[in-house]
T-cell receptor, first 113, second 114 residues
Framework: TQLLEQSPQFLSIQEGENLTVYCNSSSVFSSLQWYRQEPGEGPVLLVTVVTGGEVKKLKRLTFQFGDARKDSSLHITAAQPGDTGLYLCAVLWRGTSYGKLTFGQGTILTVHP | GAGVSQSPRYKVAKRGQDVALRCDPISGHVSLFWYQQALGQGPEFLTYFQNEAQLDKSGLPSDRFFAERPEGSVSTLKIQRTQQEDSAVYLC????????????FGPGTRLTVL
């Protein structure tokens, strides 16, 4: 059973469209992270959300942490081809003290010009 | 400054061969992680080092996988008698210290076992 469920698994859209990616779990987390990974590269941290209901914006990207801290969403406005990549949510696994990350299975986003 | 580097970037091995994958973390980073990533999937934890001590190896898939970090800097992930199911991208990440600090990932080594 996946600790984190991401949806959709694949997303193919045209430049200029808006999109939302979801990350859901039955567990409560103290914080949640979103990463973007381009082909041939490692994941790069986009944002960390900590407070239930928190909304963070990063240019055209809007991140929200659910009120109950069990889920999160990533919304991209006016997508561009440069947004293409694998989007991953991750949480710090509470069973350890050293900050082991557990990732969702990811959403593969393709933005066509 | 330099980020996390990994070598080789690509490795093709025949089934049964041994491979060694190298990770050079960011200088001064105490924590080092290895992850395995299947194509189009999220990374999965393999093992964790704090300086030279391997504190968690619970994610290593089998006893064919071995990791070391003898001087607390460079780390090597070794896979003995490779199998086709070992084909994946192996990512290394380092962190300055403290569980809530950011992990910085290297570009990964893509291992293909034929």
């Amino acid at each position: 059973t996946q600790l984190l469920e991401q949806s959709p698994q694949f997303l193919s859209i045209q430049e200029g469209e808006n999109l939302t990616v979801y990350c859901n779990s039955s567990s409560v987390f103290s914080s949640l992270q979103w990463y973007r990974q381009e082909p041939g590269e490692g994941p790069v941290l986009l944002v960390t959300v900590v407070t239930g209901g928190e909304v963070k914006k990063l240019k055209r990207l809007t991140f929200q942490f659910g009120d109950a801290r069990k889920d999160s969403s990533l919304h991209i406005t006016a997508a561009q081809p440069g947004d293409t990549g694998l989007y991953l949510c991750a949480v710090l696994w509470r069973g350890t003290s050293y900050g082991k990350l557990t990732f969702g299975q990811g959403t593969i986003l393709t933005v066509h010009p | 400054g330099a980020g996390v580097s990994q070598s080789p970037r690509y490795k093709v091995a025949k089934r049964g061969q041994d491979v060694a994958l190298r990770c050079d973390p960011i200088s001064g980073h105490v924590s080092l992680f290895w992850y395995q990533q299947a194509l189009g999937q999220g990374p999965e934890f393999l093992t964790y080092f704090q300086n030279e001590a391997q504190l968690d190896k619970s994610g290593l898939p089998s006893d064919r996988f071995f990791a070391e970090r003898p001087e607390g800097s460079v780390s090597t992930l070794k896979i003995q008698r490779t199998q086709q199911e070992d084909s994946a991208v192996y990512l290394c990440a380092s962190r300055r210290g403290g569980s809530y600090n950011e992990q910085f990932f290297g570009p990964g080594t893509r291992l293909t076992v034929l």
